[in-house]
């Protein structure tokens, strides 16, 4: 996408309108076939827990789009990269209750949800850091600016666009 601003705008919003949607998508069946056991259960009002899949991706996308403002080849995996990390964190808060607990839940959810939301941050941050094999100049700041705000309307539009049609809760 080297010079070309409309096609990292293009990537920017579908790639964040797939994302958003598949997180809807998976709080929807999370809600309706979610594992549940003893005291917990991920059905229903527990299928919130798959909405910190958000900022996780909010990470992967931001990552890449800082990357890439750098020129660094390989901004496409570097972001993938930021939003694995996200889900693993993600994924560890959703897993304390039924793994270790209610009192490791109480005590461990509210720091990974720190941690996800400071990796939201943070994440992007290194990828303007970290030394990168360079492909050439990747545009504007504007441009990148732009696609950033692009991939947080584009993954929220995704995620209430189908939120809409399949609620959670339904």
């Not at 798959?50 to 990552?63: E, K, R, S």
């Not at 889900?87 to 990974?112: K, N, T, Y």
């Not at 030394?131 to 995704?158: E, I, N, Y």
Request: with cysteine.
């Amino acid at each position: 996408m080297r010079g070309r601003p409309a096609a990292l705008l293009l990537a920017t919003v579908s790639i964040g309108l797939v994302c958003g949607a598949a997180i809807s998508l998976s709080a929807f069946y999370v809600a309706r076939y979610g594992p549940s056991g003893g005291n917990w259960s991920f059905k229903g009002n527990g299928a919130i827990a798959v909405y910190a899949a958000f900022p996780a991706v909010m990470a992967g996308g931001w990552t890449a789009i800082a990357v890439h403002a750098r020129g660094g080849a390989g901004w496409f995996w570097r972001g993938v990269g930021a939003a694995v990390v996200g889900l693993v964190i993600a994924f560890v808060a959703a897993a304390l209750l039924p793994l270790a607990g209610e009192q490791a839940d109480r005590l461990g959810s509210p720091i990974a949800f720190i941690a996800l939301l400071g990796w939201m941050v943070v994440a992007p941050v290194a990828g303007m850091r970290v030394r990168v094999a360079t492909s050439g100049a990747m545009g504007s700041v504007g441009q990148h600016v732009a696609a950033g705000v692009l991939w947080l309307a584009a993954a929220l539009a995704g995620l209430v666009a189908i939120a809409i049609v399949l609620p959670a809760g339904s």
